[in-house]
């Protein structure tokens, strides 16, 4: 069983369009996160949902609308697609708890590459 | 300048080589990340420090608090090691995570 998944795999799209990738993990961690890995293969937080709240919020466009669920789940919506916004976007989760390093170890999924024509 | 470090940038070595990848970082932490990237892109979380030295199979990976560095190393590499190695760090008192910008190891048989 895949522990973090998303979806799509593949994501070619038009500029201005709106579109949505799904995330969803079964370890029953509390805590999900959103990457993006630009073409250099720099990884960036983007943002980071604990218990369904939002506890980071990186500087991205209001564009980027993350929703999540319930815990096991964290989409991320974008509107208005830029060229720019094309890139890999990993989503990942922890047991997330600061007071407990043994938790914190993040998992990923297989990312998202998103192609914006 | 980036708040974390890595080096070298690019490394290709031949099979069987012990190889060593750097992280310096400049921010207080509360732990420290290697993650390995293949090449088609899947991410694996290979160790999680905050003292000391971890250890699996041929991967050993150490932290110095004090210094700011921690190092990567791979005994009798194979060309399946062949990937990015990236260092993240977690900052101390929240979950934020800064990723270096990883080093591309290649090994050739």
């Known amino acids: 069983d895949t522990a973090v998944s998303q979806t799509p795999k593949y994501l070619v799209t038009q500029m201005g369009n709106d579109k949505s990738i799904k995330c969803e993990q079964n370890l029953g961690h509390d805590t999900m996160y959103w990457y993006k890995q630009d073409s250099k293969k720099f990884l960036k937080i983007m943002f980071s949902?604990?218990?369904?709240?939002?506890?980071i919020n990186e500087t991205v466009p209001n564009r980027f609308s993350p929703k999540s669920p319930d815990k096991a789940h964290l989409n991320l919506h974008i509107n208005s697609l830029e060229l720019g916004d094309s890139a890999v976007y990993f989503c990942a989760s922890s047991q997330g708890s600061v007071t407990s390093l043994a938790k914190n170890i993040q998992y990923f999924g297989a990312g998202t590459r998103l192609s914006v024509l | 300048k980036n708040e974390v470090e890595q080096s070298p940038q690019n490394l290709t070595a031949q099979e069987g080589e012990f190889i060593t990848i750097n992280c310096s970082y400049s921010v207080g932490i509360s732990a420290l990340h290697w993650l390995q990237q293949h090449p088609g892109g899947g991410i694996v979380s290979l160790f999680m420090l905050s003292s000391g030295k971890k250890k699996h199979g041929r991967l050993i990976a150490t932290i110095n608090i004090q210094e700011k560095h921690s190092s990567l190393h791979i005994t009798a590499s194979h060309p399946r090691d062949s990937a990015v190695y990236i260092c993240a760090v977690k900052h101390f008192g929240n979950e934020k995570l800064t990723f270096g910008t990883g080093t591309r190891l290649t090994i050739i048989p």
């Open positions: 949902y604990n218990n369904k709240e939002l506890i």
